[in-house]
């Protein structure tokens, strides 16, 4: 892989923690500059000046992180465009102000639970995508049986696939005899509060797609078919 | 109002606005992209035939309003839920004095809330009395993500807020609308969290509070909360438009909230300028959840009419003729008289 495309690819492991979604996926990735010499220059771009700053921070500051762990990148510079915190933002990035040293007064201690807040979030609607992925599969089965329903009986798509990475994520197992329906720390549900735990998984997971469905179409109306960085998926070999 | 198949909907918009924010009015850059992130919104959301010119859309005037919800629009009332945005624009994004004037000339068609902002402490709880006297206030709009100075946000269980809301109280102004914005200090948490809002609406059981964007983008923890306390309540500002772009989603969004705080306690808002409420109130009559849904019943006429006007009307007590009137659902299963039972689910 040329670096052009190891830089994008490690750009492809900065995810959008509120829509659990890779950034390069989303199209927030405007520009990709590499030199020969191994500097390398991002912008990254959000659907409205107005999204939030601390999401907008972790993405841009994460993407500064997962470039400057390359082996062979010298200096790194990753700026946001067009935010209200713009100017914030790319002068604590640029300086390595960290988050506190970013927002001064508006910072407390850490972003780490907002992370963990939506790592959770992630879970829950991948676990509810593959129950209800059943549910719809097998009319005749009930919402209370839901809570049987073990890793091994789901068939192997997709949606098994994500539940998995969500599931090491939060550090749970992922055996076949594992349980899908549980809370964050991997504790089932009584069979009376089987059919309660599911909607609430079911409104988390239409949450997080509606917002990902507009986050996408207001980047498309904002910037219109302004190009983005792109790598074509032939470029990409991915190491084993 | 509006009639479909001899059928008649009374319309009250629980959300509009009379804005200005062409770029004389424009304090900084910020005053342009609120607009624009508005624009936006706009442009995405709305048919192709609704969609206005920006320069349309930077400020409309009070003929227009009129014409847009009241001749065109079907609605019989409508509700200025103005934000100051004193930090982006000169005279701030809501034009008050032209608001209250036609509110003042229509009093049978527009109603005029007004805002305030806890951070102005005592000077602020002076001019909310004089406020509540001058305008005859029913109603606030608060929007949590305004900026004041060095702050940015501030959040509805914060100490001072809580000495407005015993003003309100005391005031007669009932009716509480929230809208969640983003940037809340500390940044540490998420900024659309309604937890707040779950709070004051337990420690003022006598205030109303209606919640715009039914809580989006954070749905799941607004219903649950309202679950739990009757006098939450879900306006569909922003959420509506979705109904032309995305109605697989919207008939998500409507199924959750009918599920999680029954059919009494939702309000049809069109946020004009954002949208029109015209072709907003004709797709909603249509509407009905898409058949490869099942997990949800569907909409029943009664419920659309509830959602366009009755319920709204009944929280601001506008008349509405009687053979219009429908009576109250059940708590729904999961409601608020259940809600003990459900702890820890």
């Known amino acids: 892989m040329d670096r052009y495309s190891a830089a994008y690819h490690a750009l492809g492991a900065v995810v959008d923690p509120e829509l659990d979604e890779p950034i390069t996926d989303l199209g927030f990735v405007r520009s990709l500059t590499v030199t020969p010499s191994g500097n390398v220059k991002v912008h990254l771009r959000l659907p409205t000046s107005f999204c939030s700053p601390n999401f907008a921070y972790l993405m841009a500051s994460d993407a500064k992180d997962v470039l400057a762990k390359l082996d062979w990148t010298r200096r790194v510079v990753v700026e946001l465009d067009d935010h209200h915190d713009s100017a914030i933002i790319n002068a604590g990035l640029a300086s390595d102000a960290g988050y506190r040293g970013t927002f001064g007064h508006e910072a407390d201690e850490s972003l780490d639970e907002l992370r963990e807040t939506f790592r959770r979030k992630a879970h829950t609607a991948a676990m509810e995508r593959c129950l209800t992925g059943l549910l719809r599969s097998d009319p005749g089965r009930t919402e209370a049986s839901v809570g049987e329903v073990t890793l091994g009986d789901l068939p192997d798509d997709d949606a098994r696939t994500a539940l998995l990475r969500r599931r090491h994520a939060l550090g749970l197992s992922t055996a076949p005899d594992d349980l899908v329906l549980v809370d964050h720390t991997g504790r089932n549900y009584q069979p009376d509060a089987v059919p309660m735990a599911l909607r609430r998984a079911r409104s988390t997971r239409i949450s997080i797609d509606g917002n990902a469905h507009f986050c996408r179409g207001l980047l498309r109306t904002r910037y219109g078919t302004e190009a983005t960085a792109f790598v074509a998926l032939s470029a990409v070999t991915i190491p084993n | ?345």
């Open chain 2, 1 to 345: 109002m509006y009639r479909k198949d001899d059928t008649s909907y009374f319309i009250v918009d629980a959300h509009v606005a009379l804005w200005d924010a062409r770029p004389e009015n424009q304090r900084n850059i910020h005053g342009k992209q609120f607009i624009d992130c508005f624009y936006d919104y706009h442009r995405n959301l709305s048919p192709e035939s609704e969609v206005w010119t920006y320069e349309e859309y930077l400020y409309q005037g009070g003929q227009r309003l009129m014409k847009d919800l009241f001749d065109d629009g079907y609605v019989d009332h409508a509700i200025f839920q103005p934000a100051q945005l004193g930090e982006f624009y000169y005279k701030g994004f809501g034009q008050t004095d032209e608001a209250f004037e036609l509110a003042s000339q229509h009093p049978d068609k527009l109603t005029y809330n007004h805002n305030f902002d806890p951070r102005n402490g005592e000077v602020g709880l002076y001019q909310l009395r004089e406020d509540a006297k001058k305008y005859g206030l029913r109603g606030v709009k608060l929007y949590t993500a305004e900026w004041h100075g060095e702050s940015r946000g501030w959040r509805l269980d914060d100490p001072w807020a809580y000495r407005y809301f015993e003003a309100c109280r005391e005031l007669g102004i009932r009716n509480i609308h929230v809208h969640k914005g983003p940037t809340i200090r500390p940044l540490d948490r998420d900024a659309f969290d309604v937890a707040d809002v779950d709070h004051v609406a337990s420690d003022f059981t006598d205030l109303n509070f209606i919640v715009e964007h039914c809580g989006l983008p954070r749905l799941e923890d607004f219903c649950w909360i309202a679950t739990q306390e009757p006098n939450v309540y879900a306006g569909l500002a922003v959420a509506i438009p979705f109904i032309h772009t995305r109605p697989k989603y919207f008939a998500q969004i409507m199924g959750e909230l009918l599920y999680w705080i029954g059919e009494d306690r939702i309000f049809f808002s069109s946020d004009y300028a954002l949208w029109t409420p015209r072709w907003l109130i004709e797709a909603f009559v249509d509407f009905n959840i898409p058949a490869d849904l099942g997990e949800y019943p569907p909409i029943t006429t009664d419920q659309k009419k509830k959602i366009l006007g009755l319920n709204a009307a009944k929280l601001y007590d506008i008349p509405v003729p009687a053979e219009l009137q429908l009576p109250a659902a059940d708590e729904t299963p999961v409601g608020p008289r259940g809600a003990d039972n459900l702890v820890g689910a």
